[in-house]
């Protein structure tokens, strides 16, 4: 038995991909995953001690409170402040999380009602749309362009489908094609949600994974008011910290407030000792992201020279975990991803499991240890030789 709105989703590609790389593995052949942004940089140390410390607390063997203990909110609005000048309410501006992905698929659910509309960037981490058809909304696409830098072209949107659109998801740094957005772009943004009536949504969890100079920036410094935006982070990410299942959303009190009541009717919170250790990774130095990205940097550097040398077009990233890439000709994206998995022994995702709009490109992850991502380079160059 099945409702209607399981029927209704579309497949959760990865969940699928994991199926077909277990049952290569179960058959002996070896394959490099490339397809999941899942860091293979283990978690700092003493992050890892503060929650064996915190595990024999007793007080972490309770139901801990719906809002996050009071010491992770501020540590939160103490990081936020600290890394991108804006204050937040402890109390009323900041909801930890089970991870951003729970947050992101529950906002729908606090926003929408069955038949409203969502605005949603395509491709995209695939969790905005499907928190939308799961509270019964329908999704207009914001496609992402290779012309437009993969920015969400404001001018092109039907205003009958902004007038009907309750909310819209923006994600940059952005998965999957990892372009960037400037404050102009936010500005554009905060202003046609205002113009609307709608509340954006921003997902912003690679604002700490990023190269060089560049630094991301957050919603909030440009709508300082918190009137239309709210910006979901991840310490997966930031902290290595993906199977700990802790994020947080901040921005717009009443949105806040709404994900709140809905979250305590379903959730009773994030486990006490692992809020703790996200206190500990809050309050540390930076220096274990700094060095995590520098990692990432010289790998991107590998994937980047690698595909150049085959002729497949893609730009060096900014920031993300991600190479965004086109694929060769003769290809689309599912038959290049199969190819290459049947014949080189390299996953990487294909464009289209974000979206339509993603066809014609490949995600390529650099969330595998060095000496991996360049045997993995190393069977693609093979590879490409004879195709
Ligand atoms: C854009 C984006 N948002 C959210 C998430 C979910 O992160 P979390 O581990 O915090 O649920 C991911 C995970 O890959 C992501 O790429």
Not at 37 to 48: E, K, S, V
Not at 239 to 267: C, E, H, P, Q
Not at 310 to 337: H, M, Q, R
Request: contains cysteine; glycine residues 6%.
């Amino acid at each position: 038995m099945k409702a209607k709105r399981i029927k209704n989703l579309p497949k959760y590609h990865f969940a699928e991909f994991n199926e077909i790389l277990k049952r290569k593995k179960d058959r002996g052949e070896e394959v490099i995953n490339l397809g999941i942004g899942d860091p293979d940089i283990p978690t700092p140390d003493y992050i890892i001690q503060s929650l064996i410390e915190e595990a024999q607390n007793p007080i972490n063997h309770k139901y801990p409170p719906y809002k996050g203990i009071k010491e992770l909110r501020e540590a939160i609005a103490n990081w936020f402040k600290n890394r991108f000048g804006i204050t937040l309410d402890s109390e009323k501006e900041i909801l930890p999380l089970i991870g951003s992905k729970e947050g992101l698929a529950h906002i729908s659910w606090a926003l929408i009602d069955p038949g409203d509309m969502a605005l949603v960037a395509n491709p995209c981490y695939p969790t905005h749309r499907t928190g939308v058809i799961l509270a019964g909304g329908s999704v207009y696409d914001l496609p992402l362009l290779e012309k437009n830098n993969f920015l969400v072209d404001f001018d092109e949107i039907q205003p009958e489908a902004a007038k009907k659109a309750k909310m819209m998801f923006l994600c940059y740094p952005n998965n999957p094609t990892s372009a960037i957005a400037n404050e102009d772009f936010f500005k554009k943004a905060i202003e046609f949600a205002k113009h609307y009536d709608l509340i954006i949504c921003h997902d912003n969890a690679y604002s700490e994974i990023s190269y060089g100079e560049y630094k991301p920036i957050s919603i909030l410094e440009i709508d300082k008011e918190k009137k239309v935006s709210i910006e979901f982070h991840s310490l997966s990410k930031s902290f290595s910290m993906a199977g700990w299942r802790i994020g947080f959303v901040v921005g717009n009190s009443d949105v806040i407030n709404s994900l709140y009541t809905l979250k305590t009717n379903i959730d009773s919170g994030i486990p006490g000792a692992i809020q703790k250790a996200a206190v500990v990774a809050l309050e540390g130095s930076g220096e274990f992201t700094k060095n995590v990205c520098k990692i990432y940097e010289n790998r991107i550097d590998m994937v980047i020279n690698t595909l150049k040398e085959c002729k497949i077009e893609a730009k060096k990233p900014k920031a993300t975990l991600y190479v965004w890439a086109k694929v060769p000709e003769g290809f689309n994206s599912d038959s290049f991803t199969m190819k290459l998995l049947d014949k080189a022994g390299i996953f990487v995702t294909p464009g289209t499991a974000f979206g339509r709009y993603g066809e014609g490109y490949i995600r390529i992850s650099v969330t595998q240890p060095d000496d991996l991502i360049e045997k993995a380079m190393n069977k693609l160059k093979k590879f490409m030789k004879k195709h």
